[in-house]
């Protein structure tokens, strides 16, 4: 294939596909916490990373990383003890972390601004040698986080209450939860971009729950989604001259319309079939996709 062919284009491509793993991966926990912004917030906060980074002209993805990560155990901290004043804290941190960037983007030396854009928006041809050994070294932590972990991270998700009285370490599995997602960012933002790698973690799950009947499923899914789009999105964007980051969330609006057009008759039948088969049983208990339940019962 010609575009094989272009040593930028076999970076951009792998990233694509470490993306497309890694954001569903963490995504899925953070929709079942119902934090699906949550990677909204640490990309605002991971803009102060950007900006250092050229600032002080050291690699803007692992000074992303570092400011990431401390703005998403600040967001945690904040959850705990943050009570009702706790959205102000949210907010100032976000619009914080932003205006971070901006400023520190602005006293980095000329041709910066240029380069913010690609990390904003995503882009294809900027991403080096060093961006791609990064994005390698965090996607494997996330996957070894997600799937090493998933049965204790989807238990406290699904029910703080219930995983510390079992005995999980609750707030540590909480901090690194959030800790994942801040990589995820970073890992995601030279393909997506910081302003829409949120939509890449959370519309793949939500796609994925209109068809998945197990968390397990749902998890594979949204996997399959994420990588699809991302490869899709990354060649659509050489071939047609598009941004990528924009190309691929269209993509992934476009797969959630899709699987959820075709969701709503089957649902309807399954729960006819069920019906018939036991006039006892009430249709709206059938087993909707993103419901609670425990980890036996979605074969995590």
């Given at each position: 294939m010609e575009i094989l062919d272009y040593a930028f284009m076999q970076r951009a491509l792998l990233a694509a596909v470490l993306v497309g793993i890694t954001a569903p991966a963490v995504g899925i926990y953070?929709?079942?916490?119902?934090?699906?912004?949550?990677?909204?917030?640490?990309?605002?906060?991971?803009?102060?990373?950007?900006?250092?980074g050229f600032l002080l002209t050291w690699s803007p993805v692992w000074m992303a990383t570092l400011v990431s990560v401390i703005g998403a155990v600040l967001m945690e901290l904040i959850r705990w003890y943050g009570r009702t004043r706790g959205d102000i804290?949210?907010?100032?941190?976000?619009?914080?972390?932003?205006?971070?960037?901006?400023?520190?983007i602005n006293l980095a030396p000329?041709?910066?601004?240029?380069?913010?854009?690609?990390?904003?928006?995503?882009?294809?041809?900027?991403?080096?040698?060093?961006?791609?050994?990064?994005?390698?070294?965090?996607?494997?932590?996330?996957?070894?986080?997600?799937?090493?972990l998933r049965r204790q991270l989807f238990a406290v998700?699904?029910?703080?209450?219930?995983?510390?009285?079992?005995?999980?370490?609750?707030?540590?599995?909480?901090?690194?939860?959030?800790?994942?997602a801040a990589v995820t960012v970073?890992?995601?933002?030279?393909?997506?971009?910081?302003?829409?790698?949120?939509?890449?973690?959370?519309?793949?799950?939500?796609?994925?729950?209109?068809?998945?009947?197990?968390?397990?499923?749902?998890?594979?899914?949204?996997?399959?989604?994420?990588?699809?789009?991302?490869?899709?999105?990354?060649?659509?964007?050489?071939?047609?001259?598009?941004p990528p980051g924009a190309t691929i969330v269209l993509l992934t609006i476009g797969a959630f319309v899709v699987l959820t057009a075709l969701a709503t008759p089957l649902a309807r039948r399954r729960a006819r079939a069920q019906a018939a088969a036991d006039p006892a049983h009430d249709p709206a208990e059938c087993a909707i996709p993103g419901t609670r339940k425990t980890t036996d019962e979605v074969g995590v």
């Open positions: 953070l929709v079942q916490r119902r934090q699906a912004l949550m990677g909204d917030g640490i990309g605002h906060v991971a803009m102060t990373g950007v900006g250092l804290a949210l907010a100032m941190l976000f619009y914080g972390g932003m205006a971070g960037g901006v400023m520190f000329t041709g910066s601004n240029a380069n913010l854009t690609s990390y904003l928006f995503g882009s294809l041809s900027t991403v080096s040698e060093s961006d791609v050994t990064a994005i390698c070294i965090l996607a494997a932590f996330v996957v070894l986080v997600t799937l090493g998700s699904q029910d703080e209450e219930f995983a510390r009285v079992t005995g999980l370490p609750v707030r540590a599995l909480n901090l690194l939860t959030a800790i994942t970073t890992v995601a933002m030279r393909v997506v971009g910081l302003l829409l790698v949120s939509a890449l973690m959370v519309v793949p799950v939500a796609a994925a729950q209109q068809i998945g009947r197990s968390f397990a499923a749902t998890f594979v899914v949204a996997v399959a989604i994420g990588v699809s789009v991302t490869i899709g999105g990354t060649v659509t964007s050489y071939y047609q001259d598009v």
